[in-house]
Structures are given as C-alpha cells and as structure tokens.
C-alpha cells in the first residue's frame, strides 16, 4: 500500500495514526493508483487538517486541469463521513478570485431545495480549481468537459454509431470524408490514445455533416465557435468545429420549430443550468428581440458571466449580484437583455417572467424533492414553453439517486408538443411542452 507523501510531509510526527487512516481509506474505497490524490485529500480532511486538505487539492488539479476526476472513486469517498462542509469551506478561502467567491458564498446561504446535491457539490469544488489552475481564459479545455461536452468512452461509442447510421456511411467513406479535415494531435488529451483521438475527430466530422443536414434555420451560417475559452475541435473548410457547436444548432432547430421559428418577437427565455452559455449566445445572435437569463450555481455561472460578456461586450448586463427583493433590482433587469442569477434568486422573480424556460441535462442530477420544486417553479415562471432534455435512466452515485424519465412531473395543464429520443444520444430524451 502506497502511504500518502502529503501525509509524511504534513504529520511525520503520528504516522501510525496515518498508516492506519490510509490503510482504513483504501479498503473502504478499492480505487487503483489513478485516484490516490482523493485518498491524500481526504485522508487529511478525516484528521481536521482542512485548509491543508484544500491545498493538496488544488496542488493536484493544478497539475494537470484538462484531467478529468474519477466519477467512481469520488462518489465512494464522499461518503466515508462528514468531513465535505468543512472541507470545502476551506476550498473556497483558497480560492482567490473574488466574484467567484461571492457565488460561493451565495449557494453556502441558499435553502436546501436549491443547495447542490453531493454530485454537484463536488463537481463545482473541482470546477473552480480547475478555473483557478488554469484560467477562465481556457475553460473549454477544462471545466466544459463536466458539461454537455461528451469525452468518455461510453458517450462518444453510441453517438459515434448513432451519427454513422443516420448519415448511412460506412467506415470507408468515414476515411474519405477525413482526408480534407484538419486536426492538429497537439490538442489530443493526454488520457486520450491515439486511436481515441482518431475516432473522437472522426464523430466530430460526421457530427457536423449531420447537423448541416438538420439545419432548417441556417444557424450554421449565422453562429461559430467562439475563440473565448481556447475551444479544440477540427477545421473543415477553415472553420472551426466543436461538439458545442454542433449540439447548439442542432437543439435550437429542435426547440424552436414548433414555437414560430426565428421569427417570434420579444421573447424572454430562461435556462437552468446552462453550462458555458452556449444556447443563449447561439439565441443572442439570431434572435433580434430576445433577453436571456441564465441561472446556474459556481462556477458554472462564473463561466456563463464571462463567457456572454466577452462575446457581447457591448450588451447591457445584469451580472450576478445579492439581492433580498425583486423592486430592489427590477430596473437593472428590465434594462438588461443579459441576467445571471444563482438557483435561489428565482423565488424573487414575478409570475410567468419567462416565454420559454430550458434545461439541458441537469435536473437529472438532482434529488427528486429538488426536481418536484424546479417543475413547480419553471410552471410558476414560465408563460408558454419548457425544452427539456435529459437521461432516460440517471444513476447518481453521490446521493443514491436513480432518476427515470417517468419521475419527472406532469401538470394538467400542460400541453405535449412532442416527446422523442434524442437521435445521436440514445440515452436522452427530449420533451416540449406548452405551458397553459
């Protein structure tokens, strides 16, 4: 058994006491070397040691920020005792950015209903120093990847196949259509190998062929990648495509067919967990009267915030503040066409603020009391349409929580404008509701 150096470095003056928490931790957990940092993080937390706890931490992430947390070994750890608030209090004192502490702090005060579950908590911990080690100016690389940008093995294998059989090409011409496609191996992951790499780009290619066949708004001829968040993907006729690129255009045709198109109006549109943004800066872009709000908890909202404000630099904003009441800032919001707010904020908001309300793959990554609240408040708040799109089965490891398709309420008044599998990720479903 490898003993924690972190350990030695820390209290080589009680090592019989370490030896016997680390030798506790690996037999509780079973986890391979890949996921021994968790056991020296954790391992100090168990002792008290918290704000050295939170420094070996980011110490580790700082290492390498591309590098993706072991989803297993982590929901395993979490759950060995009561350490978690303490521990991550300490991670936020080290976080030295000050707006993104203020999220922080925001969420720590929120009521439970809109508090993280255990998944989440964690993730944003690792998020945040990922941004910290590496820089909101290369987010895409890091923190994007615990989005809707798919990396894993599993993911990128059904949609791979699903996006073959639907353009109907075989492996043949899945090497032919590389040949004018351009993808620099600078870029590859270093958990990735060679022959992932090659697949991953392949997917790519054909994913973007696939969403050019589905385009029924020209969104490929309005909105690009943006170079904020140092994005990779490949080049096909010089232009830069990515998974988000692709998944954005082709969700927008998908929600905005049956409700008018590109041509609706003022709207005002909400999202819960919006990730980067990337929907809204796609409907910035191509709706002429639209105001977005996004609502996300850190560093996800952080990131949103910035990224939004560096695309539009000059539209007017209301950027992520404490409030008490909805009359105390109704004037800066009327005003703004950008609103970020943290999950809690929304109870201030008035009936039916929203046209359209949507979320992308996270509510099933809450607890189901926190789902029942979300559906009550996106019926409260929203006027006429809900977009959502999420796992037909989600297993939560971190808080124990199975979510299906068939959880998820129902209201009498709302009407079903269509319910289908989503047809490259198999996994997913999609649903459109009008909101009576």
Not at 136 to 160: A, C, G, H, M, P
Not at 327 to 342: N, P
Request: charged content about 25%; glycine content about 4%; aromatic content about 16%.
């Amino acid at each position: 058994m490898r003993l924690s150096s972190l350990a030695y470095t820390f209290y080589d003056h009680d090592m019989n006491i370490i030896a016997w928490i680390f030798k506790k931790l690996h037999e509780a957990i079973n986890i391979g070397e890949d996921s021994d940092y968790l056991i020296d993080v954790y391992g100090l937390a168990r002792m008290k040691k918290y704000k050295e706890a939170a420094i070996a931490y980011k110490s580790h992430i700082s290492k390498d920020p591309t590098r993706q947390t072991n989803y297993v070994a982590a929901s395993r750890i979490t759950k060995l005792d009561d350490v978690s608030e303490k521990f991550y209090n300490a991670v936020i004192d080290i976080i030295e950015n000050q707006d993104l502490k203020n999220m922080f702090y925001e969420i720590n005060n929120a009521p439970s209903l809109y508090k993280p579950g255990k998944f989440w908590i964690y993730y944003m911990f690792w998020n945040a120093l990922q941004i910290e080690c590496s820089g909101i100016e290369n987010f895409k690389r890091t923190v994007n990847n615990n989005y809707f940008n798919w990396t894993s093995d599993n993911d990128l294998n059904i949609q791979y196949e699903s996006v073959q059989a639907e353009l109907g090409i075989n492996a043949t011409k899945i090497d032919k259509l590389m040949k004018n496609i351009t993808f620099n191996n600078k870029n590859k992951p270093n958990w990735f190998s060679d022959t992932k790499w090659l697949k991953y780009n392949q997917y790519l290619a054909m994913l973007w062929f696939y969403t050019l066949k589905k385009d029924k708004y020209d969104l490929s001829g309005k909105w690009f990648e943006s170079k904020f968040g140092n994005p990779d993907g490949i080049e096909i006729d010089g232009r830069l495509i990515t998974q988000d690129l692709c998944n954005t255009i082709l969700e927008a045709n998908t929600f905005l067919s049956p409700i008018g198109g590109l041509d609706m109006g003022n709207i005002r549109v909400g999202e819960l967990g919006a990730g980067h943004g990337r929907i809204q800066a796609l409907l910035l872009k191509v709706l002429d009267n639209v105001k977005i709000t996004i609502i996300d908890i850190p560093p996800a909202l952080y990131v949103s915030q910035w990224y939004l404000t560096k695309v539009y630099t000059n539209m007017k904003t209301f950027t992520f503040r404490n409030f008490s009441s909805y009359e105390e800032i109704k004037a800066d919001i009327d005003d703004a066409r950008m609103v970020f707010l943290e999950p809690n904020q929304v109870e201030l908001l008035p009936d039916k603020y929203f046209d359209l309300f949507i979320n992308v793959s996270s509510l099933q990554e809450m607890r189901q009391d926190q789902i029942n609240n979300w559906f009550k408040q996106i019926n409260r708040l929203t006027s006429k349409w809900f977009y959502y799109k999420e796992y037909l089965r989600s297993v939560n490891g971190f808080d124990d929580e199975i979510i299906f398709k068939g959880n998820y309420p129902k209201f009498e008044k709302w009407e079903m404008i269509f319910d289908h599998i989503n047809p490259i990720h198999r996994q997913f479903f999609e649903i459109m509701m009008k909101i009576q």
